[in-house]
């Protein structure tokens, strides 16, 4: 019987050890997995990002007709001066439409021209809302650089604001200065925003602005390429586009013309970069043109490439390709969402078990140890009945 007993309490010796191993190794774990978690959690980031610059020359392009008014998307490659597109199909027509973009949402916004709306279009499902711009026109749209606010105006006319996320209905903003009606606008750095004022020749002015307080300040009056605008952060300058003519005016100065080009049978509307030296132009000819000033910096140099490639009948205008209202590309940030969300809860669930486990275990020791009136007189785990120490 003693050979017996003490054979049990060397099994639970070799036992309990191992029992407190397997319990270090399981908090351990649970551990790792609350902190892999709170890592995914943390760093997942914003589900959708702005492309700043295309690896290569490619990608999908969105432009708009007029003739039917559609919103349609291509997708393009440009490589060792071949340029290729896709056949291009249709995303919606509207009633009407002009120039487009996407906002941070990942919806198209289209202009609804001489309508003084604004198409709000789910590019999935085709279908769009209407939102009053504020004004009688609108043309061209420019997102400023927190993707808050859409900018629209005329062809020229009164200029409008249109409040973003969620959106809502526009309101005008009152022009005085050398103008009191622009075409459109682009956002450069350091807070300047330059305008365009011109019919759809492309001839007339360019000028800053101030969005705060309406005051603008003409650069150029009565020239021919100022219809079309957008801020290139490759070659950190503005590219102007009307007529048949391209204008480069550095950020720095855009008071001075830096490069130009004038390409025969063209009629330019709207530009977009790819942020890699190269930009596309949407001329209502129906052309699509691309000029790759990736060597030389400058649009006007010789030395560029010019491809020119048919898009569609009355094309119209393009939306960009970096930047703010560019397509936004998605992350993996709703994945590490799920899984971070998902290692929090399987580690909470496992503290859990383990606290029940744990408490369990501890009511079962308590359970199986002698009580005072089963040990021996001898046994020193008893408690003296008084205060003094016999037993």
Known sequence: MHGLSRQRKSSMARKTPQKHSVSV??????GLLGIGGTVALLGAGPDSVIPSASAV???????TTFRPPTVEQVTFSY???HLQLADPHIITHLPRADGVLFGANGRLFVGGVRTGMVYSVNPHTRAFKTFSSGVAGSMHLALSLDGGTLYTSGEPG????LPLNPTQPGHQ???HGSTTAVTALAFGPGHQVLYTVSPFQGQGDIGLINLATG????LFHH??????ILYDPWSRSYLVVGGDVVLQLPATNPAHIESEVILRGNSFDQAAVTGRGQVLIASNSGSLVLIDYSRTGHVGDVANTVVDAYLARNLDDVAPLIGPGARPVATSAQLRDLVGAG??????????????????????EQAQRPKNRQLPRWDRRRRPVSGNQHW
């Open 79 to 81: 490589h060792a001066g």
């Open 223 to 228: 020239i021919v390429g100022a219809h079309g």
């Open 57 to 63: 020359a490619a990608g999908q392009l969105y432009f």
């Open 25 to 30: 190794v399981f908090a351990l774990a649970i």
């Open 158 to 161: 009164a200029l409008a604001a």
């Open 343 to 364: 290692a929090l809860a399987t580690s909470a669930l496992a503290i859990i078990a383990l606290v029940l486990s744990t408490q369990r275990r501890r009511r079962k």
């Open 215 to 218: 005051q603008t300040r003409s």
């Open 173 to 175: 903003i009152v022009l």
